[in-house]
């Protein structure tokens, strides 16, 4: 077996465990990472930006928001439920994140929120401008991936530190003595194993989105049935797992979730057109939520959950699709192309010729209930009902915004199945304010830490999407805390 002396391991080069290496580099450790796969990055690669609160692009678009204005709105809405002190730590810090990224030359097209709510329910469920979209490599429009560019140049400068990532090393052990963790057992791509030790231990392994038995253990959905998640490969929960072996707490940990078609990203112009508000119905035919909301992605992935088979279907008309290649989509989503709909027969076509099962087309409702598989009659009613509040202009059952309250009439008629989806797990392992892992009676392991989306325990029973770029935000500010904290350490020693 081959052996390692370092100050600090990171188990994982994703986003958080890239943060906590240089945050414990530039403090003067010496780091060595584990990575499982052959690139940095992790799920980060396929996102847009982090959250930062207060952060110099915020000043220079005049957005207001403070830290503790963040966190107050961040507690309300968890009803208070999570690590308060966590919390707070990570929205203060989250602003001089944005300007420690920027310093290492990641570039920022500037601030978004995800959605906006319509007028007459902004008080509520409106967006923040708290989400830093990363500029993409190369510029253009900001769209998944965009945030590759700020995992590059967080890599460069790990390496400018010092910081040695050993790639296709999976680790599968902490090693613990006396209660404290002191290693991790890994395995080289050669087959070798490798013991290493050090001063501490940083997991971050990115959570469970790709392991369907955990995701059944931890939340009770079954992949490919009612959760089409995002299934990073090499996500399979083994950070948490280890934790969990080596006497961590056990968190409640849930899907980070939203609403997405199989297979999505090979599908992505449909799964943007049909995010609109149309008529939203579930498998009895009847409507669940004033289709206004469906921009708030979080919202719909719930009110879906809620739903028999955990399955919904977004419906238009030939009007509507008339009216939205000509004018554009009602809700310009900032991750989906904005010409939706310039290419959308196309998509179509092929979609329903190769038999993409989600989508239905029929010449009446009957026959567009009868493919899509929603119960006939009720559809029938249900469309029925809405015409004619549509035509009396107000939404009598869940006051929708009047603006989208068009009758569906005009055949053909279209429909897509929207699915529960998420962006992969968050929660598992039981840290402090400090991310510090705790035991289940809340006494700190010493030497272990956790960050990133294995520990994620901050979000309750759902993603706070008022205040986006939440994960990436806990990852990046968990990292810096842990790394820092792992450092400081060492002069213990
Ligand atoms: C399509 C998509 C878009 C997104 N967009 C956004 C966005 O715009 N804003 C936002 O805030 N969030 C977004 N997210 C979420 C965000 O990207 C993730 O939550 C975040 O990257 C998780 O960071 P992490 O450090 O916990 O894990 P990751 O960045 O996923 O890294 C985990 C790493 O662990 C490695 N690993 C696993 N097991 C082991 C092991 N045993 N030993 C060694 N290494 C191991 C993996 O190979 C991987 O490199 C998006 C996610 C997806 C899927």
Known sequence: ?????????????????????????????????????????????????????????????????????????????????????????????????????MDMGVEFVGVQRAFSAPENTRAYSDGEFTWHVVKPEGGGIPGPRAA????????????????????ETPVSKIITENGEAVGVIAKNKAGEEIEARAKAVILATGGFGDNPEMIKEETGYEFGKTIFNFAIPGMKGEGIKMAWEAGAGHTNANMELMYQLPDNMNHFILDGAF?????????????????????????????????????AYSIFDSKMLKKYKKKGPDIV?????????????????RDLQNGYEPIAQGDSIEELAK???????????????????????????????????????????????????????????????????MTEDYKVIPGLYAVGTDACNIFGDSYPFILSGNTMGFCLNSGRIAGENAAEKLNEF
């Open 1 to 101: 077996m081959k052996k390692i002396e370092t100050d600090v391991i990171v188990v994982a080069a994703g986003l958080s465990g890239l943060a906590a290496a240089i945050s414990a580099a530039e403090n003067g450790a010496k780091v060595t990472v584990f990575e499982k796969s052959n690139t940095t990055g992790g799920a980060a690669n396929m996102g847009m930006g982090p959250l930062g609160v207060g952060s110099p692009i915020q000043k220079n678009q005049m957005v207001s928001l403070t830290p503790g204005e963040a966190f107050r709105k961040h507690m309300y809405f968890t009803h208070y439920r999570v690590d308060a002190r966590l919390v707070r730590d990570y929205y203060f810090k989250s602003g001089e994140t944005i300007e420690w990224l």
């Open 148 to 167: 590759t560019s700020m995992t590059k140049k967080m890599t460069e400068r790990a390496v400018e530190l010092g910081v040695e990532i050993i790639f």
């Open 275 to 311: 995010r609109q508000p149309c008529l939203w119905v579930n498998k009895l035919g009847q409507r669940f939520m004033p289709e206004d909301q469906i921009a708030n992605t979080t919202f719909t992935g719930n009110a879906i959950t809620a739903q028999p088979g955990s399955v």
């Open 333 to 349: 989503s900032h991750v989906h192309p904005h010409d939706l709909f310039d290419n959308f027969d196309e998509e179509w076509e």
């Open 371 to 437: 493919n899509a598989g929603i119960d006939i009659e009720g559809l029938v009613n249900q469309v029925e009902e809405y015409n004619e509040m549509c035509a009396e202009g107000f939404d009598e059952i869940f006051e929708k915004d009047r603006k989208y309250m068009q009758p569906i009439e005009k055949g053909p008629f279209y429909c897509c199945r929207q699915n529960v989806g998420a962006y992969g797990s968050i929660g598992g392992i039981l840290i402090n304010h400090k991310t510090e892992v």
